[in-house]
């Protein structure tokens, strides 16, 4: 039982490059959601999903794509990266406990 | 709306000694409360919740915390500080009201804990 895994743990990227941030669990979670992390600012929720096929935008969505195909997976994309999207990542699932599981976040530099 | 506040940037302990961080909250309905833990370069790590009941909650590495309706508060506790309880602290809240409940959680900014030997 790996729980949340996250990919990569790093990046770089290039103003205006696209990526996505891969993100599953191994727990049967209905609920997952992609926050972002930074200093002073707690987390701050991106999007979330409720299951496979449903997802909705959070607090901060702009500049921010996801899809939930499978109940394992939900990646983030970044459509056109910059500066303000540096950051860490997390994705974090959950069932009706509202208990989050945490993966252990990417770490993303956008110059 | 749900909102949570944690007043305090940084908390100092020394080692041995009670320490509280605190946490407080806004809801409409009642309060599903959270706290996480945050080691460095890691994701968070769940300590304990209250959703109803006994107002005190014991959670994980002898941390618990005191949920108190009048005040709207939360607070995190531990009778004796260890050096390894350093470390960045969330609080997070959900209303019950906040109707089929997928958007989660709300958290705070996060007190970092130290603890000096």
């Known amino acids: 039982n790996a729980g949340v895994t996250q990919t990569p743990k790093f990046q770089v990227l290039k103003t205006g490059q696209s990526m996505t941030l891969q993100c599953a669990q191994d727990m049967n979670h209905e609920y997952m959601s992609w926050y972002r992390q930074d200093p002073g600012m707690g987390l701050r929720l991106i999007h979330y999903?409720?299951?496979?096929?449903?997802?909705d935008q959070g607090e901060v969505p702009n500049g921010y794509n996801v899809s939930r195909s499978t109940t394992e997976d939900f990646p983030l994309r970044l459509l056109s990266a910059a500066p303000s999207q540096t950051s860490v990542y997390f994705c974090?699932?959950?069932?009706?406990?509202?208990?989050?599981?945490f993966g252990p976040g990417t770490r993303l530099t956008v110059t | 709306a749900q909102s949570v506040a944690q007043p305090e940037d940084q908390v100092n302990v020394a080692e041995g000694n009670p320490l509280t961080v605190k946490c407080t909250y806004s809801v409409s309905g009642n309060p599903y409360l959270f706290w996480y833990v945050q080691y460095p370069n890691r994701g968070l790590q769940f300590l304990l919740k209250?959703?109803?009941?006994?107002?005190l909650v014991k959670g994980s590495y002898g941390f618990e915390a005191e949920f108190n309706k009048s005040q709207t508060s939360f607070h995190l506790k531990k009778p004796s500080a260890l050096v390894s309880d350093s470390a960045l602290y969330f609080c997070a809240v959900r209303d019950s009201d906040s109707g089929g409940g997928a958007d989660g959680l709300t958290f705070g900014k996060g007190t970092h804990l130290i603890i000096q030997p």
């Open positions: 974090a699932s959950w069932d009706i406990s509202y208990e989050q599981y």
């Open positions: 999903s409720v299951g496979a096929g449903i997802t």
């Open positions: 209250y959703i109803t009941g006994d107002n």
